[in-house]
């Protein structure tokens, strides 16, 4: 069982930064592939980014590749999500989900088996 806790949302103004962090608890934090998700007020949560457990291959989604990047720090079992140049329409609860060890990225929500409780964030225009 893998549980994670998402940290680093919170108000922002449009054009501002924020890195949301994904700590992840387990042995085994390596082997998993981690995913950011959204979901914003009304609408269903979307996919954001995802990293393999090899730490080099990501997946963006399309609208946002260009001004997020995610990481992680295998040593501290985390996964970060840096946010650049904030949008109002990036106001959502930000979700990080774990894969089953040893598995492929993917942005299909039901592919992942564990979910944090979320960290809001909100960008004022």
């Known amino acids: 069982q893998v549980q994670l806790v998402e940290s680093g949302g919170g108000l922002v103004q449009a054009g501002g930064s924020l890195r949301l962090s994904c700590a992840a608890s387990?042995?085994?934090?390596?082997?998993?592939?981690i995913g950011w998700f959204r979901q914003a007020p009304g609408k269903e949560r979307e996919f954001v980014a995802a990293?393999?457990?090899?730490?080099?291959?990501?997946y963006y989604a399309d609208s946002m590749k260009d001004r997020v990047t995610i990481s992680r720090d295998n040593a501290k079992n985390t996964v970060y999500l840096q946010m650049n140049r904030l949008k109002p329409e990036d106001t959502a609860v930000y979700y990080c989900?774990?894969?089953?060890?040893?598995?492929?990225?993917?942005?299909?929500?039901?592919?992942?088996?564990?979910w944090g409780q979320g960290t809001q964030v909100t960008v004022s225009s």
């Open positions: 989900a774990a894969r089953k060890p040893w598995q492929d990225l993917s942005r299909r929500q039901d592919e992942y088996d564990y």
């Open positions: 990293l393999h457990w090899r730490g080099s291959i990501t």
């Open positions: 387990g042995p085994t934090f390596g082997t998993y592939v």
